[in-house]
């Protein structure tokens, strides 16, 4: 694989997943405060944890 290839992947996977971050933080403020479902919560918990992550990358 060349390296162009290599930084293209790298880049187009680095988009992805900011997409799929963005969904999650974006369903989190949708939930109900009062929900406490187990799919409340993980989502609620990994929206911090984007949050987190992103705020230490600055």
Do not use: G, K, W, Y
Not at 11 to 27: K, T
């Amino acid at each position: 694989m060349s390296r162009a290839r290599f930084q293209q992947l790298q880049q187009e996977s680095a988009q992805s997943r900011r997409e799929a971050e963005d969904q999650v933080l974006a369903a989190a403020t949708q939930i109900n405060p009062a929900d406490n479902s187990l799919t409340a919560r993980q989502i609620l918990t990994t929206a911090e944890s984007i949050r987190d992550h992103r705020r230490d990358r600055r």
